[in-house]
Each structure stands twice: as structure tokens, then as C-alpha cells.
């Protein structure tokens, strides 16, 4: 059975467009898996610690013998490896706030980076290729070639890397310009936004349409 991790970061709830482009995505990987399973976390709801020190210890000390915050910091990595591990795909929503990402998805990034579990300790090569991994991005802005804020996204080129020791290589969709129909400063943007929308859904639509079982 296929099995597909859901992972949504955004605070902004039913307003969210990174929530509805991992919806969309979600129906459509179902659409194209019959049959398959879940699982979905709301890192806005229920969020991961961040790294402690205790965190950080349990990397280098022995798991035997980890004191009681060092087991449970591990135990969590475990988790949330486990997670990835068990999934075909992984659809992350990613918005980009004070352009980065939100610190939520930079602690599950941080308890994915484990030597012996997500990572091989004797190659250094990384366990977790074999699952696909597609990030649904939202920017409120313009942050494209020739803009004024290019460049100031730092979301997107910060996760490639974030992930990368762990192999996965994740693939992006994205949205921008996605406050102009709440800011009235961005209101001469509104098509343009609209129409990056339209094109992000519009991806979206078009994966896995070779994956459905026939």
C-alpha cells in the first residue's frame, strides 16, 4: 500500500494558500494511489521542539547511554525519521515568513539530521532518497529575477541543503504575490497574483499522472 506523509507548517489556517496547494496535491496523489494511507502532521498546531542541547548531546553520545532528555530528544529524531522512512512522498507547505521558513519546519529539519538513522554513520550517505519529497511554497511578495526583493527568499534555497544529508531532494511548486488581495498596496498586483496561483494548481494537477494504477 502507498503511503503519503501530509506535513503543513502555515499559521494563517483556512487562509492559507500553502494549506490549499497541499490539499489539492494531497487529493490528487490519492487520486493517483487508490487505496493508500496517511499520516499528517500541523507543525502550527502541534510543534516539534526545537534542538536543546540535550538534542544535540544525543548525536554524539552512545544511545545506551543517554540520560533522560538525551532518550527523549533521540526518540523523536526516531520518530519523525520513521515518518519520512515509511512514506513514498512527503507534500510539504512551506510559507515564507520574514523570508525564511518558519521555524517549525527548521526544528523537524533539525531532528531529521541524525547520524545511524537518517544518515549512514560509516558512508555518510544519506537513508531517506528513495522517498519523494514535493514542498508547496507560498510568498506573500515578488521574489523573482529582476524583482526588488530577488534574492530575499531564503526558504527555498535553504532546504535543498537543509535535507540534503539525508538524501532527500525535494521538488517545489510555488505561489507568490499571495497578500495582494489583502494589502491594498499590492492591489495593482492582484493579477499577476491570480495567475500565479492558477499556474501553481495548475502543477500541481499534473503529478503523478502517470502513477495511477490501471
Partial sequence: ??????????????RSI???LTARAAGRWHAAHPGSSVTY?????????????????A???P??????????SWALSIELIEEVDAADTVLLGLPLYNFGP?????????????????????TGEGKLGDTEMIVLQARGGGY?????????????PWL?????????EPRFITAELTLADVNPQMADLRDLAAASLKAAEASVDELWETSAVV
Fill in 1 to 14: 500500500m502507498s503511503h503519503l506523509l501530509h506535513i503543513d507548517s502555515s499559521i494563517q489556517g483556512d
Fill in 18 to 20: 500553502s494549506r490549499a
Fill in 41 to 57: 502532521r500541523d507543525l502550527a498546531v502541534d510543534p516539534i521542539p526545537h534542538m536543546s542541547p540535550a538534542g544535540a548531546e
Fill in 59 to 61: 548525536r554524539f553520545v
Fill in 63 to 72: 544511545v545506551d547511554q543517554h540520560n533522560e532528555a538525551q532518550a527523549a
Fill in 102 to 122: 518558519p521555524s517549525t519546519v527548521k526544528a523537524w529539519v533539525d531532528h531529521l539530521i541524525a547520524p545511524g538513522l537518517s544518515i549512514d554513520a560509516a
Fill in 144 to 156: 523573482g529575477e529582476g524583482t526588488p526583493r530577488e534574492g530575499w527568499d531564503h526558504a527555498q
Fill in 160 to 168: 535543498p541543503h537543509g535535507v540534503a544529508l539525508t538524501g532527500l
